[in-house]
């Protein structure tokens, strides 16, 4: 299995889940990942007990997704960064990493010794990464966010998604939404950066931030908004298809499911899918039986159709639709996403062996090689490597143990 960050060397000072996922895509990817924890307090992530109304961690286990997801492939090490006797150790990883990843804002980064400057005067060579709320310039450079303020609020989905009159804005759809997206973006950043440094010789700054990448997802909208100099219309969620199309919009069934049609081409999918569910009387109807007759007569076509969907359940509705040509899709939940045959095949929802030996479900980054599914290993326990990293770094038993008297590692 090819593994293209096989003998890359990460040193990752972050925590919570936006620039930490970009470390799990990495070491999916094969690359050696060392995440520094504070010596006392650990990821502050790991502080959490709830999450979305759930308990965060599996009855019986250590194993809690909201750990799991952006630390996995991972080895952890306690550090007390803010410790003279820390530095030592700091700057030893320093010097064996190829790329120093952190959301540390600027502020906390000069206090500890880990911005720019302090990074590249221990390594020239290393490609210095942040994920920020808001990016390196601008007043608000120095400032923290977190996706639901950054890439949800403040970059135009929240307001996209709520329809005029509602009583507040449209929520994001699922916890550390913008987050893992975020760190995907930081993820190929970085590849990237490795490419440039391999063939160049020079290293980078890689800078994303959450109101940037959230800017970039709803790039049409905004560019649009743009030429014509105001915020575009915005429309209620409708059931029923759309006035000029009947087969693109949402339909429910009779056993309450929503199917999305998505055929964007009405004329040429229209007769298949009277066909399909046995309708074929709507094919030669004088009000359907061209292109054009069919988008001008959409919202009587909305009405067929409504009714047509209706008197499926989702089992049936299914087994008509399996030999029709044009694009559909049932609207999942997340139980039936983590299920979905699509995904189990791809290996896109892959089995991890959590600390107890207990096999665990995750979901897989969606980037493969050679088409063969990522090979996840659990995320560290905290601190769980500090002793094999102080050895591979060429710390003596004796001096490892100062450090431990001394409160810099743990």
Request: net charge negative; glycine share 10%.
């Amino acid at each position: 299995m090819l593994r293209p960050m096989e003998g890359v060397r990460v040193l990752e000072v972050a925590q919570f889940t936006y620039v930490p996922s970009a470390g799990a895509v990495l070491a999916d990817w094969g690359a050696d990942v060392v995440k520094i924890e504070h010596a006392e307090k650990g990821d502050a992530q790991r502080g959490l007990v709830k999450a979305l109304g759930h308990d965060v961690i599996s009855k019986g286990s250590t194993f809690a997704p909201i750990m799991e997801g952006p630390n996995r492939g991972k080895r952890s090490l306690g550090l007390s960064l803010e410790k003279p006797e820390a530095k030592e150790v700091l700057h030893e990883l320093i010097r064996r990493s190829d790329v120093f990843l952190t959301n540390f804002l600027p502020a906390a980064r000069r206090k500890l010794g880990i911005d720019l400057d302090d990074v590249r005067a221990v390594n020239p060579n290393i490609i210095f990464v942040v994920g920020s709320a808001f990016g390196h310039a601008g007043p608000e450079a120095e400032s923290g966010g977190y996706d639901g303020t950054a890439y949800w609020a403040r970059a135009g989905t929240a307001d996209a998604l709520t329809p005029d009159g509602a009583v507040a804005p449209t929520p994001p759809p699922g916890g550390a939404y913008g987050d893992n997206i975020g760190g995907m973006t930081i993820a190929g950043g970085i590849a990237a950066a490795l490419f440039a440094r391999a063939t160049t010789g020079e290293p980078s700054v890689v800078d994303v931030s959450l109101l940037g990448v959230g800017a970039w997802a709803i790039q049409l909208n905004v560019n649009l908004a743009l030429q014509a100099g105001k915020a575009l219309p915005k429309f209620a969620p409708r059931a029923g298809g759309q006035p000029n199309n009947p087969l693109t919009g949402n339909y429910q069934t009779s056993d309450g499911r929503w199917i999305n049609l998505c055929m964007l081409q009405p004329g040429r999918y229209w007769p298949d899918f009277c066909q399909a569910v046995g309708r074929p009387d709507l094919i030669v109807d004088e009000r359907f039986d061209t292109t054009e007759k069919l988008m001008a007569n959409g919202l009587a076509a909305v009405e067929e159709v409504t009714a047509i969907m209706a008197g499926f359940t989702k089992d049936s509705w299914f087994a008509a639709a399996e030999k029709m040509e044009g694009q559909w899709a049932l609207v999942q939940d997340t139980f039936e996403l983590g299920n979905d045959p699509q995904l189990q095949a791809t290996g896109q929802v892959t089995d991890v062996v959590d600390f107890e030996g207990n096999t665990q479900k995750l979901v897989a980054n969606p980037v493969q090689f050679d088409r063969t599914p990522a090979v996840i290993t659990r995320a560290p326990q905290f601190a769980e490597h500090t002793d094999e990293i102080l050895s591979e770094l060429g710390f003596s038993d004796e001096k490892s143990l100062e450090f431990k008297i001394a409160g810099a590692v743990t």
